[in-house]
Protein backbone atom coordinates (compact mmCIF):
# COMPACT_ATOMS: atom_id res chain seq x y z
CA UNK A 1 0.00 0.00 0.00
CA UNK A 2 3.45 2.70 0.37
CA UNK A 3 2.23 3.70 -3.72
CA UNK A 4 -1.23 3.82 -3.35
CA UNK A 5 -2.32 5.51 -0.52
CA UNK A 6 -0.13 8.65 -1.19
CA UNK A 7 -0.57 8.79 -4.69
CA UNK A 8 -4.73 8.97 -3.77
CA UNK A 9 -4.12 11.47 -1.15
CA UNK A 10 -2.32 13.42 -3.59
CA UNK A 11 -4.42 13.39 -6.13
CA UNK A 12 -7.65 14.76 -3.76
CA UNK A 13 -4.99 17.35 -2.10
CA UNK A 14 -4.26 18.40 -5.66
CA UNK A 15 -8.39 19.02 -6.30
CA UNK A 16 -8.81 20.69 -2.98
CA UNK A 17 -6.13 23.18 -3.79
CA UNK A 18 -7.35 23.71 -7.26
CA UNK A 19 -11.02 24.03 -6.79
CA UNK A 20 -11.78 25.53 -10.28
CA UNK A 21 -11.17 22.48 -11.97
CA UNK A 22 -14.05 21.42 -11.02
CA UNK A 23 -16.35 23.94 -12.99
CA UNK A 24 -14.76 22.97 -15.77
CA UNK A 25 -15.32 19.45 -15.62
CA UNK A 26 -18.90 19.78 -14.99
CA UNK A 27 -19.77 22.74 -17.32
CA UNK A 28 -19.54 20.36 -20.37
CA UNK A 29 -22.10 17.66 -19.79
CA UNK A 30 -24.58 20.37 -18.56
CA UNK A 31 -24.56 22.08 -21.90
CA UNK A 32 -24.95 19.35 -23.75
CA UNK A 33 -27.65 18.56 -21.50
CA UNK A 34 -29.50 21.80 -21.65
CA UNK A 35 -28.69 23.35 -24.96
CA UNK A 36 -28.45 19.61 -26.83
CA UNK A 37 -30.78 17.82 -24.92
CA UNK A 38 -33.88 20.14 -24.54
CA UNK A 39 -33.48 21.13 -28.37
CA UNK A 40 -33.31 17.07 -29.17
CA UNK A 41 -36.15 16.29 -27.33
CA UNK A 42 -38.27 18.38 -29.26
CA UNK A 43 -36.86 16.77 -32.70
CA UNK A 44 -37.59 13.72 -31.13
CA UNK A 45 -41.34 14.55 -29.49
CA UNK A 46 -43.15 12.92 -32.69
CA UNK A 47 -45.38 9.68 -31.99
CA UNK A 48 -43.14 6.52 -32.06
CA UNK A 49 -40.04 7.91 -31.40
CA UNK A 50 -39.55 6.82 -28.08
CA UNK A 51 -39.30 3.22 -29.57
CA UNK A 52 -36.08 3.78 -30.60
CA UNK A 53 -34.60 4.99 -27.14
CA UNK A 54 -35.91 1.56 -25.67
CA UNK A 55 -39.67 3.63 -24.46
CA UNK A 56 -37.75 6.46 -22.89
CA UNK A 57 -38.52 9.85 -24.23
CA UNK A 58 -35.24 11.59 -25.44
CA UNK A 59 -34.23 13.90 -22.38
CA UNK A 60 -34.24 10.78 -20.07
CA UNK A 61 -32.57 8.61 -22.46
CA UNK A 62 -29.45 11.37 -22.80
CA UNK A 63 -29.77 12.32 -18.86
CA UNK A 64 -29.08 8.78 -18.25
CA UNK A 65 -25.66 9.02 -19.84
CA UNK A 66 -24.35 12.21 -19.03
CA UNK A 67 -22.63 10.83 -16.00
CA UNK A 68 -20.88 8.44 -17.48
CA UNK A 69 -19.89 11.19 -19.94
CA UNK A 70 -18.81 13.46 -16.96
CA UNK A 71 -16.63 10.42 -15.65
CA UNK A 72 -15.06 9.13 -19.30
CA UNK A 73 -13.77 12.80 -20.54
CA UNK A 74 -12.56 13.36 -16.51
CA UNK A 75 -10.55 10.66 -15.79
CA UNK A 76 -9.02 9.96 -19.28
CA UNK A 77 -8.00 13.89 -19.20
CA UNK A 78 -6.73 13.06 -15.54
CA UNK A 79 -5.02 10.36 -17.06
CA UNK A 80 -3.36 12.20 -19.54
CA UNK A 81 -2.23 14.97 -17.39
CA UNK A 82 0.88 12.47 -16.37
CA UNK A 83 2.39 14.78 -19.22
CA UNK A 84 1.86 17.53 -16.83
CA UNK A 85 3.64 15.68 -14.11
CA UNK A 86 6.31 14.93 -16.82
CA UNK A 87 7.44 18.83 -17.42
CA UNK A 88 6.42 19.99 -13.61
CA UNK A 89 8.70 17.08 -13.17
CA UNK A 90 7.05 15.26 -9.80
CA UNK A 91 6.90 11.98 -12.27
CA UNK A 92 10.85 12.06 -11.59
CA UNK A 93 9.59 11.79 -8.43
CA UNK A 94 7.55 9.11 -8.17
CA UNK A 95 10.10 7.20 -10.75
CA UNK A 96 12.68 7.37 -7.85
CA UNK A 97 10.58 6.41 -5.16
CA UNK A 98 11.00 2.63 -3.83
CA UNK A 99 7.30 2.04 -3.61
CA UNK A 100 6.17 -0.17 -6.57
CA UNK A 101 5.38 1.82 -9.75
CA UNK A 102 2.04 -0.37 -10.12
CA UNK A 103 0.66 0.61 -6.89
CA UNK A 104 2.10 4.21 -7.58
CA UNK A 105 0.28 4.33 -10.72
CA UNK A 106 -3.41 2.72 -9.13
CA UNK A 107 -3.25 5.14 -6.67
CA UNK A 108 -3.18 7.53 -8.94
CA UNK A 109 -5.77 6.49 -11.03
CA UNK A 110 -8.36 5.38 -7.39
CA UNK A 111 -7.73 9.20 -6.45
CA UNK A 112 -8.67 10.76 -9.85
CA UNK A 113 -11.64 8.22 -9.70
CA UNK A 114 -12.64 9.51 -6.12
CA UNK A 115 -12.64 13.10 -7.33
CA UNK A 116 -14.21 12.75 -10.59
CA UNK A 117 -17.04 10.36 -8.88
CA UNK A 118 -17.44 13.32 -6.79
CA UNK A 119 -18.30 15.54 -9.36
CA UNK A 120 -20.18 12.78 -11.53
CA UNK A 121 -22.37 13.04 -8.13
CA UNK A 122 -23.30 16.46 -8.82
CA UNK A 123 -24.25 15.71 -12.77
CA UNK A 124 -26.21 12.81 -11.27
CA UNK A 125 -28.39 15.66 -8.93
CA UNK A 126 -28.72 17.66 -11.69
CA UNK A 127 -29.61 14.87 -14.09
CA UNK A 128 -32.72 14.39 -11.29
CA UNK A 129 -33.74 17.73 -11.54
CA UNK A 130 -33.90 17.96 -15.52
CA UNK A 131 -35.20 14.47 -16.70
CA UNK A 132 -38.00 13.89 -14.23
CA UNK A 133 -38.82 9.99 -13.59
CA UNK A 134 -35.06 8.53 -13.18
CA UNK A 135 -35.19 5.83 -10.38
CA UNK A 136 -33.80 7.68 -6.82
CA UNK A 137 -32.69 3.59 -5.83
CA UNK A 138 -30.08 4.14 -8.99
CA UNK A 139 -27.71 6.57 -7.15
CA UNK A 140 -25.41 3.81 -5.44
CA UNK A 141 -25.20 1.37 -8.60
CA UNK A 142 -24.16 4.64 -11.09
CA UNK A 143 -21.41 4.94 -8.48
CA UNK A 144 -19.71 1.59 -8.63
CA UNK A 145 -20.18 1.38 -12.44
CA UNK A 146 -18.59 5.08 -12.23
CA UNK A 147 -15.70 4.35 -9.99
CA UNK A 148 -14.61 0.79 -12.58
CA UNK A 149 -15.33 3.12 -15.74
CA UNK A 150 -13.05 6.15 -14.39
CA UNK A 151 -10.08 3.53 -13.84
CA UNK A 152 -10.88 2.38 -16.79
CA UNK A 153 -10.41 5.54 -18.94
CA UNK A 154 -7.50 7.26 -16.49
CA UNK A 155 -5.23 4.03 -16.88
CA UNK A 156 -6.01 4.41 -20.66
CA UNK A 157 -5.27 8.16 -20.55
CA UNK A 158 -1.78 7.18 -18.41
CA UNK A 159 -0.46 4.52 -21.02
CA UNK A 160 -0.86 7.24 -23.51
CA UNK A 161 1.04 10.23 -21.83
CA UNK A 162 3.69 7.72 -20.65
CA UNK A 163 4.75 7.96 -24.43
CA UNK A 164 4.20 11.77 -25.26
CA UNK A 165 6.30 14.08 -24.77
CA UNK A 166 5.02 17.00 -25.61
CA UNK A 167 2.61 19.16 -24.06
CA UNK A 168 1.02 20.59 -27.72
CA UNK A 169 -0.61 17.27 -28.33
CA UNK A 170 -2.23 16.95 -24.77
CA UNK A 171 -5.68 18.86 -25.89
CA UNK A 172 -5.52 17.32 -29.24
CA UNK A 173 -5.51 13.61 -27.82
CA UNK A 174 -8.45 14.06 -25.61
CA UNK A 175 -10.51 15.44 -28.18
CA UNK A 176 -9.58 12.63 -30.75
CA UNK A 177 -9.92 10.13 -28.47
CA UNK A 178 -12.69 10.83 -25.76
CA UNK A 179 -15.12 12.20 -29.17
CA UNK A 180 -15.73 9.53 -30.82
CA UNK A 181 -15.84 7.00 -27.55
CA UNK A 182 -18.47 9.16 -26.43
CA UNK A 183 -20.21 8.94 -29.69
CA UNK A 184 -19.99 5.47 -29.19
CA UNK A 185 -21.11 4.74 -26.37
CA UNK A 186 -24.78 5.06 -26.65
CA UNK A 187 -24.77 8.09 -24.50
CA UNK A 188 -26.74 10.38 -27.57
CA UNK A 189 -28.01 7.70 -29.72
CA UNK A 190 -28.34 3.64 -29.07
CA UNK A 191 -26.28 0.93 -30.60
CA UNK A 192 -28.79 -0.16 -32.61
CA UNK A 193 -29.55 3.13 -34.70
CA UNK A 194 -25.49 3.00 -35.12
CA UNK A 195 -23.94 1.52 -38.91
CA UNK A 196 -22.35 -1.93 -38.67
CA UNK A 197 -18.49 -0.36 -38.06
CA UNK A 198 -19.40 2.02 -35.91
CA UNK A 199 -21.02 -0.38 -33.72
CA UNK A 200 -18.29 -3.32 -33.51
CA UNK A 201 -16.31 -0.60 -31.97
CA UNK A 202 -18.75 0.16 -29.34
CA UNK A 203 -19.03 -3.27 -28.14
CA UNK A 204 -15.06 -3.49 -27.75
CA UNK A 205 -15.98 0.39 -25.72
CA UNK A 206 -15.88 0.01 -22.38
CA UNK A 207 -18.21 2.83 -21.90
CA UNK A 208 -21.11 1.39 -23.58
CA UNK A 209 -21.37 -1.41 -20.86
CA UNK A 210 -21.28 1.39 -18.43
CA UNK A 211 -23.43 3.68 -19.98
CA UNK A 212 -26.22 0.66 -20.49
CA UNK A 213 -25.55 -0.65 -16.82
CA UNK A 214 -25.51 3.04 -15.45
CA UNK A 215 -29.36 3.08 -17.57
CA UNK A 216 -30.62 0.29 -16.54
CA UNK A 217 -30.24 1.34 -13.10
CA UNK A 218 -31.77 4.84 -13.59
CA UNK A 219 -34.56 4.32 -15.95
CA UNK A 220 -35.18 0.24 -16.08
CA UNK A 221 -34.45 0.28 -19.96
CA UNK A 222 -31.23 -0.96 -20.77
CA UNK A 223 -30.00 -3.04 -24.44
CA UNK A 224 -27.74 -5.42 -22.71
CA UNK A 225 -28.60 -7.73 -19.47
CA UNK A 226 -26.93 -5.92 -17.05
CA UNK A 227 -25.54 -9.28 -15.40
CA UNK A 228 -23.67 -9.00 -18.75
CA UNK A 229 -22.50 -5.15 -18.66
CA UNK A 230 -21.17 -5.50 -15.29
CA UNK A 231 -19.40 -8.54 -16.34
CA UNK A 232 -18.31 -6.49 -19.90
CA UNK A 233 -16.96 -3.33 -17.96
CA UNK A 234 -15.11 -5.44 -15.42
CA UNK A 235 -12.88 -7.45 -18.51
CA UNK A 236 -12.47 -4.38 -20.44
CA UNK A 237 -11.71 -1.88 -17.26
CA UNK A 238 -8.96 -4.87 -16.36
CA UNK A 239 -7.15 -4.63 -19.55
CA UNK A 240 -6.61 -0.96 -19.73
CA UNK A 241 -5.60 -1.14 -16.30
CA UNK A 242 -3.06 -3.54 -17.22
CA UNK A 243 -1.93 -1.73 -20.62
CA UNK A 244 -1.78 1.51 -17.98
CA UNK A 245 0.21 -0.10 -15.08
CA UNK A 246 2.39 -2.03 -17.93
CA UNK A 247 3.06 1.26 -19.67
CA UNK A 248 3.87 3.14 -16.67
CA UNK A 249 6.40 0.22 -15.32
CA UNK A 250 8.48 0.59 -18.49
CA UNK A 251 8.92 4.43 -18.12
CA UNK A 252 11.89 6.03 -18.13
CA UNK A 253 12.85 9.52 -19.02
CA UNK A 254 14.11 8.95 -21.94
CA UNK A 255 12.06 11.78 -24.41
CA UNK B 1 32.00 -2.16 2.01
CA UNK B 2 33.88 0.92 1.78
CA UNK B 3 32.45 1.98 -1.72
CA UNK B 4 29.37 3.74 -2.00
CA UNK B 5 29.04 3.84 -5.90
CA UNK B 6 31.26 1.90 -8.37
CA UNK B 7 31.24 2.97 -12.49
CA UNK B 8 32.88 0.85 -14.57
CA UNK B 9 33.25 1.26 -18.27
CA UNK B 10 29.77 3.05 -18.07
CA UNK B 11 28.41 3.78 -22.02
CA UNK B 12 25.28 5.94 -22.56
CA UNK B 13 23.80 6.17 -26.14
CA UNK B 14 20.71 8.19 -26.92
CA UNK B 15 20.04 6.90 -30.95
CA UNK B 16 23.57 8.02 -32.36
CA UNK B 17 24.48 10.14 -29.88
CA UNK B 18 27.60 8.95 -27.25
CA UNK B 19 26.22 11.22 -24.16
CA UNK B 20 28.58 9.15 -21.61
CA UNK B 21 31.39 7.32 -23.04
CA UNK B 22 33.11 4.98 -21.47
CA UNK B 23 33.17 6.40 -17.56
CA UNK B 24 34.85 4.60 -14.43
CA UNK B 25 34.95 5.77 -11.28
CA UNK B 26 34.08 5.09 -7.71
CA UNK B 27 33.02 6.84 -4.87
CA UNK B 28 34.33 6.31 -1.02
CA UNK B 29 31.32 5.78 1.62
CA UNK B 30 31.13 8.88 3.64
CA UNK B 31 32.56 11.58 1.07
CA UNK B 32 31.39 14.19 -0.98
CA UNK B 33 32.19 13.74 -4.82
CA UNK B 34 31.92 16.30 -7.40
CA UNK B 35 31.65 15.46 -11.58
CA UNK B 36 32.55 19.21 -13.07
CA UNK B 37 31.95 19.91 -16.18
CA UNK B 38 30.18 22.08 -18.73
CA UNK B 39 26.30 22.04 -19.18
CA UNK B 40 26.26 19.27 -21.87
CA UNK B 41 29.20 17.04 -20.65
CA UNK B 42 26.68 13.92 -19.92
CA UNK B 43 26.77 14.95 -15.87
CA UNK B 44 22.78 14.50 -15.80
CA UNK B 45 22.62 11.60 -17.49
CA UNK B 46 24.79 9.97 -15.51
CA UNK B 47 23.40 11.05 -12.52
CA UNK B 48 20.01 9.56 -13.70
CA UNK B 49 21.81 6.31 -14.87
CA UNK B 50 23.09 6.30 -11.10
CA UNK B 51 19.74 6.77 -9.36
CA UNK B 52 17.62 4.06 -11.67
CA UNK B 53 15.88 6.56 -13.73
CA UNK B 54 17.53 5.83 -17.25
CA UNK B 55 18.99 2.56 -18.25
CA UNK B 56 22.81 2.21 -19.21
CA UNK B 57 23.53 1.08 -22.53
CA UNK B 58 26.45 -0.92 -21.50
CA UNK B 59 28.71 -1.35 -18.35
CA UNK B 60 28.14 -1.98 -14.49
CA UNK B 61 26.68 0.37 -12.19
CA UNK B 62 26.62 -0.19 -7.96
CA UNK B 63 25.53 2.04 -6.08
CA UNK B 64 25.21 1.00 -2.18
CA UNK B 65 26.19 -2.18 -3.29
CA UNK B 66 23.61 -3.06 -5.28
CA UNK B 67 23.21 -2.94 -9.76
CA UNK B 68 21.11 -0.54 -10.46
CA UNK B 69 19.96 -2.35 -13.37
CA UNK B 70 19.02 -5.54 -11.59
CA UNK B 71 18.24 -4.77 -8.51
CA UNK B 72 16.77 -0.83 -9.10
CA UNK B 73 14.03 -1.11 -5.99
CA UNK B 74 16.95 -1.79 -3.37
CA UNK B 75 19.33 1.06 -4.94
CA UNK B 76 16.17 3.50 -4.77
CA UNK B 77 15.57 2.28 -1.19
CA UNK B 78 19.15 4.11 0.00
CA UNK B 79 19.36 7.05 -1.97
CA UNK B 80 17.96 10.37 -1.96
CA UNK B 81 18.18 12.48 -4.63
CA UNK B 82 17.72 16.74 -6.16
CA UNK B 83 17.02 17.17 -9.53
CA UNK B 84 18.37 19.78 -11.78
CA UNK B 85 15.00 20.57 -12.83
CA UNK B 86 12.49 21.07 -10.12
CA UNK B 87 10.09 18.28 -8.98
CA UNK B 88 7.69 18.84 -6.25
CA UNK B 89 4.63 19.40 -6.79
CA UNK B 90 3.10 23.10 -7.27
CA UNK B 91 -0.16 22.64 -6.11
CA UNK B 92 0.19 21.18 -2.99
CA UNK B 93 1.88 22.10 0.22
CA UNK B 94 5.56 21.69 1.09
CA UNK B 95 4.12 20.01 4.46
CA UNK B 96 2.18 17.54 1.50
CA UNK B 97 5.00 17.31 -0.86
CA UNK B 98 6.82 16.16 2.55
CA UNK B 99 4.10 13.86 3.43
CA UNK B 100 3.87 12.20 -0.08
CA UNK B 101 7.33 11.73 -0.44
CA UNK B 102 7.73 10.02 3.22
CA UNK B 103 4.70 7.64 2.65
CA UNK B 104 6.37 6.63 -0.78
CA UNK B 105 9.22 5.61 0.98
CA UNK B 106 7.10 3.44 3.51
CA UNK B 107 7.32 6.02 6.66
CA UNK B 108 4.10 6.98 8.17
CA UNK B 109 2.82 8.13 11.43
CA UNK B 110 3.76 10.62 14.32
CA UNK B 111 7.53 9.51 13.04
CA UNK B 112 6.57 10.66 9.59
CA UNK B 113 5.39 13.94 10.97
CA UNK B 114 8.13 14.83 13.33
CA UNK B 115 10.68 14.22 10.86
CA UNK B 116 8.74 16.58 8.52
CA UNK B 117 9.40 19.25 10.73
CA UNK B 118 12.68 18.72 12.05
CA UNK B 119 13.53 18.80 8.48
CA UNK B 120 11.58 22.05 7.37
CA UNK B 121 13.32 24.09 10.28
CA UNK B 122 16.55 22.57 9.21
CA UNK B 123 15.89 24.23 5.67
CA UNK B 124 14.09 27.58 7.54
CA UNK B 125 11.07 26.57 5.78
CA UNK B 126 9.05 25.46 9.12
CA UNK B 127 6.95 28.87 8.99
CA UNK B 128 6.37 28.02 5.24
CA UNK B 129 4.77 24.31 5.96
CA UNK B 130 1.17 24.77 5.00
CA UNK B 131 1.90 27.91 2.16
CA UNK B 132 1.68 26.21 -1.70
CA UNK B 133 4.68 25.76 -3.50
CA UNK B 134 3.02 27.36 -6.17
CA UNK B 135 4.64 30.36 -4.15
CA UNK B 136 7.50 29.47 -2.79
CA UNK B 137 10.79 31.93 -4.70
CA UNK B 138 13.53 29.38 -6.74
CA UNK B 139 15.89 29.20 -3.20
CA UNK B 140 12.62 28.04 -1.47
CA UNK B 141 12.02 25.47 -3.61
CA UNK B 142 15.32 24.18 -3.83
CA UNK B 143 16.11 23.85 0.21
CA UNK B 144 12.38 21.77 -0.09
CA UNK B 145 13.87 19.48 -2.08
CA UNK B 146 16.83 19.19 -0.31
CA UNK B 147 14.67 19.03 2.78
CA UNK B 148 12.45 16.13 0.80
CA UNK B 149 15.71 13.71 -0.26
CA UNK B 150 16.46 13.74 3.24
CA UNK B 151 13.73 12.82 4.97
CA UNK B 152 14.26 8.58 4.39
CA UNK B 153 17.71 9.17 5.92
CA UNK B 154 19.36 8.01 2.35
CA UNK B 155 23.01 6.21 2.32
CA UNK B 156 23.97 8.48 -0.47
CA UNK B 157 22.64 12.00 -1.81
CA UNK B 158 22.37 12.84 -5.38
CA UNK B 159 22.67 16.41 -6.26
CA UNK B 160 22.40 17.78 -9.87
CA UNK B 161 23.71 21.11 -10.04
CA UNK B 162 22.00 22.33 -6.64
CA UNK B 163 22.82 25.63 -7.15
CA UNK B 164 22.19 26.54 -10.96
CA UNK B 165 19.44 29.32 -11.47
CA UNK B 166 20.58 30.89 -7.80
CA UNK B 167 21.50 33.76 -6.08
CA UNK B 168 25.10 34.07 -4.32
CA UNK B 169 23.89 34.53 -0.78
CA UNK B 170 21.29 31.33 -1.47
CA UNK B 171 24.16 29.63 -3.10
CA UNK B 172 26.64 30.25 0.09
CA UNK B 173 23.46 28.99 2.62
CA UNK B 174 22.95 25.71 0.64
CA UNK B 175 26.92 25.20 0.65
CA UNK B 176 26.16 25.41 4.38
CA UNK B 177 23.45 22.53 4.09
CA UNK B 178 25.42 20.58 2.48
CA UNK B 179 28.66 20.84 4.82
CA UNK B 180 25.98 20.31 7.39
CA UNK B 181 24.21 17.36 6.33
CA UNK B 182 28.06 15.62 5.85
CA UNK B 183 29.01 16.48 9.15
CA UNK B 184 25.06 15.73 10.76
CA UNK B 185 24.42 12.17 8.91
CA UNK B 186 28.66 11.25 7.66
CA UNK B 187 26.18 10.89 4.33
CA UNK B 188 28.19 9.83 1.20
CA UNK B 189 27.19 13.00 -1.07
CA UNK B 190 27.59 12.53 -5.25
CA UNK B 191 27.28 16.43 -6.99
CA UNK B 192 27.43 17.19 -10.11
CA UNK B 193 28.23 20.99 -11.33
CA UNK B 194 29.69 23.89 -13.83
CA UNK B 195 30.59 25.95 -11.25
CA UNK B 196 34.15 25.55 -9.91
CA UNK B 197 34.01 27.61 -6.93
CA UNK B 198 31.45 25.02 -6.03
CA UNK B 199 33.21 22.03 -6.99
CA UNK B 200 36.66 23.64 -4.99
CA UNK B 201 34.37 24.68 -1.72
CA UNK B 202 32.69 21.41 -1.51
CA UNK B 203 33.79 18.31 -2.66
CA UNK B 204 36.37 15.96 -1.43
CA UNK B 205 37.65 14.82 -4.87
CA UNK B 206 36.46 15.78 -8.38
CA UNK B 207 35.95 13.94 -11.70
CA UNK B 208 36.34 16.39 -14.67
CA UNK B 209 34.31 15.53 -17.21
CA UNK B 210 33.68 16.65 -20.67
CA UNK B 211 32.24 15.18 -23.87
CA UNK B 212 30.96 12.15 -22.03
CA UNK B 213 34.24 11.34 -20.63
CA UNK B 214 36.34 11.65 -17.73
CA UNK B 215 39.31 13.48 -18.09
CA UNK B 216 41.01 13.77 -15.02
CA UNK B 217 40.21 13.06 -11.43
CA UNK B 218 41.46 13.40 -7.46
CA UNK B 219 41.63 15.88 -4.81
CA UNK B 220 41.09 19.62 -6.08
CA UNK B 221 44.82 20.12 -4.85
CA UNK B 222 45.69 17.52 -6.94
CA UNK B 223 44.22 18.35 -10.24
CA UNK B 224 45.28 21.66 -9.58
CA UNK B 225 49.30 20.11 -8.95
CA UNK B 226 48.03 18.82 -12.83
CA UNK B 227 49.56 22.02 -13.74
CA UNK B 228 52.62 22.56 -11.42
CA UNK B 229 52.99 25.22 -8.99
CA UNK B 230 52.12 28.68 -10.67
CA UNK B 231 51.07 30.54 -13.53
CA UNK B 232 51.83 33.18 -15.14
CA UNK B 233 50.14 35.62 -17.82
CA UNK B 234 52.06 37.46 -20.47
CA UNK B 235 50.56 39.85 -22.35
CA UNK B 236 52.59 41.01 -25.02
CA UNK B 237 52.23 43.87 -27.68
CA UNK B 238 49.58 44.07 -29.61
CA UNK B 239 51.26 44.06 -32.90
CA UNK B 240 52.92 40.64 -32.44
CA UNK B 241 50.70 38.78 -34.84
CA UNK B 242 51.22 35.40 -33.25
CA UNK B 243 53.68 35.19 -29.96
CA UNK B 244 56.12 32.40 -30.01
CA UNK B 245 55.84 30.15 -26.83
CA UNK B 246 58.77 30.53 -24.89
CA UNK B 247 60.22 27.29 -24.18
CA UNK B 248 62.63 26.23 -21.47
CA UNK B 249 63.35 24.25 -18.74
CA UNK B 250 61.56 26.28 -15.94
CA UNK B 251 58.58 26.31 -18.10
CA UNK B 252 56.39 23.26 -17.56
CA UNK B 253 54.03 24.08 -20.23
CA UNK B 254 52.99 27.33 -22.48
CA UNK B 255 49.87 27.85 -24.55
CA UNK B 256 47.99 30.78 -26.29
CA UNK B 257 45.33 31.49 -24.33
CA UNK B 258 44.12 34.52 -26.92
CA UNK B 259 45.60 36.58 -29.77
CA UNK B 260 48.29 38.24 -27.37
CA UNK B 261 48.49 36.78 -24.33
CA UNK B 262 50.24 33.52 -22.94
CA UNK B 263 49.87 31.18 -20.17
CA UNK B 264 52.90 29.62 -18.80
CA UNK B 265 53.21 27.07 -16.11
CA UNK B 266 56.07 27.31 -14.03
CA UNK B 267 57.52 26.35 -10.26
CA UNK B 268 58.16 28.87 -8.93
CA UNK B 269 56.38 32.24 -10.52
CA UNK B 270 58.94 34.69 -8.44
CA UNK B 271 62.83 33.28 -10.17
CA UNK B 272 60.97 32.58 -13.65
CA UNK B 273 59.75 36.07 -13.99
CA UNK B 274 62.68 37.74 -14.87
CA UNK B 275 64.11 35.05 -17.05
CA UNK B 276 60.39 35.24 -19.23
CA UNK B 277 61.07 38.89 -19.08
CA UNK B 278 64.38 38.03 -20.71
CA UNK B 279 63.63 35.40 -23.08
CA UNK B 280 60.99 37.42 -24.58
CA UNK B 281 63.30 40.71 -25.14
CA UNK B 282 66.02 38.39 -26.50
CA UNK B 283 62.93 37.17 -29.28
CA UNK B 284 61.71 40.73 -29.96
CA UNK B 285 58.91 40.54 -27.76
CA UNK B 286 57.85 43.03 -26.09
CA UNK B 287 55.75 41.84 -22.73
CA UNK B 288 53.40 44.97 -21.47
CA UNK B 289 51.35 43.25 -18.29
CA UNK B 290 52.37 40.52 -16.54
CA UNK B 291 50.20 38.16 -14.08
CA UNK B 292 50.81 35.18 -12.09
CA UNK B 293 48.51 33.19 -9.64
CA UNK B 294 48.01 29.97 -7.86
CA UNK B 295 46.30 27.17 -10.41
CA UNK B 296 42.44 26.81 -10.38
CA UNK B 297 40.14 24.55 -11.03
CA UNK B 298 39.23 26.90 -14.30
CA UNK B 299 42.81 26.58 -15.52
CA UNK B 300 42.84 22.32 -14.99
CA UNK B 301 39.69 22.28 -17.09
CA UNK B 302 41.04 24.61 -20.22
CA UNK B 303 44.82 22.06 -19.67
CA UNK B 304 42.63 19.05 -19.89
CA UNK B 305 40.06 19.87 -22.67
CA UNK B 306 41.80 23.37 -24.63
CA UNK B 307 38.94 25.11 -23.75
CA UNK B 308 36.92 26.73 -20.83
CA UNK B 309 35.08 25.68 -18.41
CA UNK B 310 31.90 28.12 -18.66
CA UNK B 311 28.39 27.92 -21.04
CA UNK B 312 29.42 28.60 -24.69
CA UNK B 313 26.50 31.27 -24.50
CA UNK B 314 28.68 33.25 -22.06
CA UNK B 315 30.68 35.10 -24.72
CA UNK B 316 33.58 37.15 -23.81
CA UNK B 317 37.45 37.34 -24.22
CA UNK B 318 40.09 35.90 -22.08
CA UNK B 319 39.92 37.44 -18.55
CA UNK B 320 43.57 37.56 -16.46
CA UNK B 321 43.02 36.48 -13.52
CA UNK B 322 43.55 39.55 -10.22
CA UNK B 323 47.09 39.96 -8.85
CA UNK B 324 48.13 42.13 -11.48
CA UNK B 325 51.12 44.93 -11.79
Not at chain 2, 56 to 73: I, L, M
Not at chain 2, 122 to 147: Q, T, W
Not at chain 2, 160 to 172: A, F, K, M, S, Y
Not at chain 2, 178 to 190: D, S
Amino acid sequence: MNGIIPMVYRQIKRFVNARSRLVMTIVQPILWLVFFGLGMSRAFSFPGASVMFGGLSYLSFLASGMVAMTIIVGSFMSGVSVIWDKQFGFLKETLVAPAPRAQIILGRALGDALVINLQAMIILALVYLIAPGLRIEGVVPVVLYGIVLSLGFASLGIALSVRLSSMEGFQMIVNLITQPLLFMSGIFFPLSTMPDWMRIIAYLNPATYAVDGMRYWLTGVSAFNPMEDVALLLVLTAVLLFLGVRSFEKATIED
Amino acid sequence: MSEAIVVENLVKKFKDITAVDQVSFQVKQGEIYGLLGPNGAGKTTTIHILTTLLRPTSGKVFVAGYDVVTSPGEVRKRIGIVFQDPSIDNQLTAYDNMYIHGRLYGLSGEELKRKIYQLLDFVDLKPYANKLVRYFSGGMRRRLEIARSLLHEPDILFLDEPTIGLDPQTRVKIWDYIMAIKKEHGMTIFLTTHYMDEADQLCERIAIMDHGQIKAQGTPEQLKSLLGNEIVYVKLDGNTTSPPCIESDYVESCKQVSRDTLQLVVKNAATAMPRIFEAASSKGLKIIEVSYRRPTLNEVFIYLTGRELRDSLEEGGFRPPHRRW
